[in-house]
């Protein structure tokens, strides 16, 4: 597989839609609600996933595509190349502050990550890896990342997600937020992965998210040795939702022996 010639492809199309959606600050978006009434879409975010698919289509007509906004393709099994497309990774902040938000895109060859691109359309920051080759943020090489501990830790996470509530054990996570250095919650899975990537922030944890919000984040995140595992600190399958514990090496493994085993996740 010529993933090089896919990775020029798929940088192009993330630029173009970028432009895209710089282009749409001037203009009227259309919001809707989806699941409840904080889970909003926008125009845009469907306008940008028709994009890819259609340009991805064009080229790779054999290639599956996964996108949050349903105009991908039904399949239920990873075999073969597949497309995972979050248009507007962090929607709630692009309408409200037009930024913190990003394009997440991951491309998949029988499960296994190949290229992960997350692209920061307002900083113009593209980070991005293929498998084996390195990690970039732009045309910079991310270094490997260090080891960390709790204490020097900023972690990112959601303040629901520490209170009361009935899907998961929101008292583990007190301790956790308690001991880090500081915590931080900036509402974009994928651009909180890549934050992982380049050491602004040291973890980042979410209880329920899509393989279209870490499915280009974690390609990024271990090309440079961090840790990407559900909350049980299992591995990932890239077709299903999970929880998410992203973080450096060391890290990782503390936060799941001294705070996460004990949880219902
Ligand atoms: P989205 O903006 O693409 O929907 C917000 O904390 C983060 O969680 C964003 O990355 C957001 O992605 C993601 N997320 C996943 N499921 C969500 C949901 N049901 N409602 C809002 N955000 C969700
Ligand atoms: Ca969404
Ligand atoms: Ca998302
Ligand atoms: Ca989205």
Redesign the pocket.
């Given at each position: 597989m010529n993933w090089e010639k896919i990775d020029a492809h798929a940088k192009q199309w993330v630029k173009e839609a970028g432009e895209i959606i710089r282009l749409s600050f001037d203009k009227t978006l259309n919001i809707q609600t989806k699941s409840n009434p904080n889970d909003l879409v926008t125009n845009i975010d469907k306008e940008i996933e028709q994009f890819f698919i259609r340009k991805i289509k064009e080229v790779y007509s054999d290639h599956k595509i996964m996108g949050?906004e349903g105009f991908g393709d039904e399949f239920k099994n990873p075999d073969g190349i597949v497309w995972l497309i979050?248009p507007?990774?962090?929607?709630m902040n692009f309408i409200h502050q037009q930024r913190n938000f990003a394009i997440?895109l991951g491309i998949y060859e029988n499960g296994i990550g190949r290229i992960g691109l997350v692209y920061d359309v307002v900083h113009d920051e593209l980070y991005h890896a293929i498998r084996g080759k390195g990690a970039y943020m732009n045309d910079k090489l991310l270094p490997p990342l260090k080891e960390a501990g709790v204490k020097e830790a900023i972690i990112a996470l959601n303040a629901t997600w520490v209170m009361e509530n009935n899907r998961i054990d929101h008292n583990l996570l007190i301790p956790l937020a308690r001991d880090a250095r500081g915590t931080r919650s900036y509402g974009?899975?994928?651009l909180e992965m890549v934050f992982v990537a380049t050491g602004r922030i040291d973890a980042y944890l979410s209880m329920r998210?899509?393989p279209?919000?870490f499915g280009g984040g974690t390609v990024i995140v271990e090309e440079l040795g961090g840790i990407v595992t559900n909350l049980r600190g299992e591995k990932l399958n890239y077709l299903s939702k999970d929880s998410l514990l992203v973080a450096k090496p060391g890290l990782h493994q503390t936060i799941i022996r001294d705070y996460l085993k004990d949880g219902k996740w």
């Open positions: 949050e979050d507007i990774d962090g929607t997440s974009t899975a994928a998210l899509a279209w919000d």
